[in-house]
């Protein structure tokens, strides 16, 4: 300004005046040699950390850039945005509102359930129950197009816990649930039997025990829906063999009774047998 061009034109010509230790006021003129001094910085001030991908305000620039600024104790910068706390993630930061089926919006998915009235879910599907946000969590039924239902437990939008499903065709599963398939215990009725025990990953898998209408009888190991392991098979009339499977046949070391109770055992290889023992 022209202020300070007339002051420094004085300082020029007349003798410098003696040092005095003259306080600045924040937002006052300087001279040009308090100016100079101002620019002058403790070591290591201006070398502020930032954190990666974090950008500091407008006003973080311009305390740094500005000739103007007087002298500060060493500190450390205070970004404008918030630091995450432990487990939160970038995508819990400032994360957009998330839809739901019906179109309604929602902070998070997180949170207690509430209950809403039926929505359709895909297509021709129907679903009345619990929520979370915008996904399906707690107890819930729905029907879909093609016939078959569901009702029971939900969480994160698949059937979770215990509930029943019901086929188009008419057969049913009532028990355990994980994930959208039978796991853990339950049972199943297909229509000319029925089967009680132990599923993994939507299979009878573990200990079983399948019976028939007509009165034929299974009990045993099961794995991916065939007889596999020691089982028990009885037959109507009064045939039993009890022994090693494997894929659904007898393999193995076995013992095989007939309907006069005369008994048989040795080795079988996919379901005959081989040589006694």
């Keep these: 300004s022209a202020a300070d061009s007339d002051s420094d034109s004085d300082a020029r010509s007349s003798p410098a005046p003696r040092k005095t ?5 924040s937002g006052a003129r300087t001279t040009a040699a308090e100016g100079n001094r101002g620019v002058l910085s403790a070591p290591g001030e201006n070398s502020v950390p930032k954190a990666t991908g974090v950008m ?3 006003s973080d620039s311009d305390t740094k850039s500005s000739p103007e600024s007087s002298p500060q104790p060493s500190r450390t910068l205070q970004t ?3 630091a995450m706390s432990p487990g939160e993630s970038d995508s819990d930061v400032s994360s957009p509102p998330l839809p739901t089926h019906s179109g309604v919006s929602v902070s998070s998915h ?4 509430e209950k809403r009235p039926s929505q359709q879910v895909g297509e021709g599907s129907f679903y009345t129950g619990s929520w979370r946000g915008c996904q399906r969590h707690g107890h819930g039924t729905i029907e879909r197009k093609d016939g078959s239902r569901y009702e029971g437990d939900w969480e994160d939008d698949m059937p979770s816990g215990i509930g ?3 086929s188009a065709s008419g057969t049913t599963y009532e028990g355990d649930f994980l994930k959208g398939k039978r796991h853990g215990r339950g049972i199943a009725c ?3 039997r029925e089967y009680t025990g132990q599923w993994v990953d939507g299979q009878m898998d573990g200990k079983g025990n399948m019976t028939w209408k007509d009165g034929m009888m299974y009990e045993g190991q099961y794995k991916a829906n065939k007889k596999s392991g020691a089982g028990r098979f009885e037959w109507v009339g009064g045939r039993v063999y009890d022994g090693e499977w494997l894929d659904g046949m007898q393999h193995g070391i076995g013992t ?3 309907t006069h109770g005369r008994e048989w055992t040795g080795k079988w ?3 005959k047998k081989v040589c006694r023992s």
Excluded: L
């Design 256 to 258: 095989y009774t007939d």
């Design 110 to 113: 997180r949170g207690p359930s």
């Design 21 to 25: 230790s003259v306080p600045t006021v």
């Design 56 to 58: 500091t305000s407008d």
């Design 269 to 271: 290889s996919d379901g």
């Design 80 to 82: 404008t945005t918030r």
């Design 164 to 166: 029943k499903e019901t």
């Design 190 to 192: 297909y229509g000319d």
